[in-house]
Structures are given as structure tokens and as C-alpha cells.
């Protein structure tokens, strides 16, 4: 089965903090993305990445920087960590072949900015 | 923009009970796929279905493409079954997902 792994499962960071959170997929997956999710607001797409080196922008992408140095390993990282960034992450990778372009999701990151 | 449009948004029923629910989508998909997130927050994807009918056990997932619609069966609920379900569409061969608002199931003992 295809593994997606969160480096944390909670987080505590303070205002103006950088953050970074990790994610590491292990079936040679091309696709990876990044997500927050809300009560209210659902699934929103911050950032996506369909190869190493490249990166594109999602719905919500400001505040938020993506790097991908090597296939398996997709990192979001906060600039500048503020109150409303609080929030659910979640990470997904892909293949990028048919047949099937199923989803793997992590287990989450729950991150409270204070 | 592109909308997915789920219903219900809450559904409760008993143990036995079985269940429908239905995912409405703005535009041509070709690829959609199911989500069951369980209380914890762990997203499983249940189905990729672009179009046609596939089974796996008691759950089941009709999409029909023209139409622009999809539906999740359930049979024979059970209480593990309980959390959210989300169907997600990917449009103009993009791979990336736009999310429905999600279906909160409760089943009951």
C-alpha cells in the first residue's frame, strides 16, 4: 500500500515563527499536494507539485511556499506563521499515469498558530 | 468558477440502514474520486470513478459522466462507517481536485 507520511501529527508554533511541515510518500508517486482544511470552508488547495523541482500554485497559496528537492518528499513551508493559518494539513500524492489517478492522503498535521 | 456540490449534508440512520449519497459537478469531469474521512481525520479514498459502476463490498459508486453526477452507495451500514464523505472532481484533464462540502454520516447502534 502506498504510504503518505506527515512528520507531525500536532504542532505548536508561534506568530512570525517559519514552519515547516513534511511529507513523504513512498510508491514513487509523481503527483503531490498540499491542503488545509476548515469547519465551514472544506478542502482548499494551497500548493501542488507534478515533478521534482516544480511547483504550482493552488486556490490559497498566499502566505505559503512549497519546495520539492526529491521525488518522495513535499514540504510546505510558512514564511511567517500567523493566527489564521491555524489549521488542518493535509498531504496527498498521486500517480500521474492512468489508469488511475487515486489519491493518497496523510494522516494530518493539526497546526495552532498562538 | 467550478463548483461540487454534495447531498445531504447531515444523514443519520441506524445500524442496517442502507444509504445514497450524491455528488452534483458544474463541468466535464475526468477524474473523480470518493473520500471517506474517519473521526480521527484520516482521508481514505474509497473510489476513482470517472464514470461507470464499481463495487467494493457493501459500498458501491455510480458516476454518470453526461450527467454530471455521482452517487456513493452503502449497504448494511455499520457505525465504523460514520465520518465524512467527500467526492472530489478533477476537470480538463487536471489532476488536481476540487473538493465537495462533504456528507457528515451518523449511524447509530
Known amino acids: 500500500d502506498v504510504k503518505v507520511t506527515q512528520s507531525s501529527r500536532y504542532l505548536v508554533k508561534r506568530t512570525g515563527e517559519k514552519v515547516f511541515l513534511e511529507c513523504v510518500q513512498d510508491?514513487?508517486?509523481?503527483?503531490m499536494f498540499w491542503y488545509r482544511q476548515d469547519p465551514g470552508l472544506g478542502l482548499r488547495l494551497i500548493y501542488f507539485?507534478?515533478?521534482?523541482?516544480?511547483?504550482e500554485k493552488g486556490d490559497i497559496p498566499e502566505g505559503y511556499s512549497v519546495s520539492r528537492e526529491k521525488k518522495e518528499r513535499f514540504s510546505l513551508i510558512l514564511e511567517s506563521a500567523s493566527t489564521n493559518q491555524t489549521s488542518m494539513y493535509l498531504c496527498?500524492?498521486?500517480?500521474?499515469?492512468?489508469?488511475?489517478?487515486?489519491?493518497?492522503f496523510g494522516s494530518g498535521t493539526r497546526l495552532t498558530v498562538v | 468558477g467550478i463548483q461540487v456540490e454534495q447531498s445531504p449534508p447531515d444523514l443519520i440512520l441506524q445500524e442496517g440502514a442502507n444509504s445514497t449519497l450524491r455528488c452534483n459537478f458544474s463541468?466535464?469531469?475526468?477524474?473523480l474520486q470518493w473520500f471517506h474521512q474517519n473521526p480521527w481525520g484520516q482521508l481514505i479514498n474509497l473510489f476513482y470513478?470517472?464514470?461507470g459502476t464499481k463495487q467494493n463490498g457493501r459500498l458501491s459508486a455510480t458516476t454518470v459522466a453526461t450527467e454530471r453526477y455521482s452517487l456513493l452507495y452503502i449497504s448494511s451500514s455499520q457505525t465504523t462507517d460514520s465520518g465524512v464523505y467527500f467526492c472530489?472532481?478533477?476537470?480538463?484533464?487536471?489532476?488536481?481536485?476540487?473538493f465537495g462540502q462533504g456528507t457528515r454520516l451518523t449511524i447509530n447502534p
Open positions: 496527498a500524492s498521486s500517480p500521474r499515469a492512468l489508469p488511475n489517478y487515486g489519491y493518497t
Open positions: 470513478i470517472p464514470s
Open positions: 472530489a472532481g478533477g476537470f480538463q484533464g487536471a489532476q488536481k481536485l476540487v
Open positions: 507539485s507534478y515533478d521534482v523541482k516544480m511547483k
Open positions: 463541468d466535464s469531469v475526468n477524474n
Open positions: 510508491m514513487d508517486h509523481e503527483n
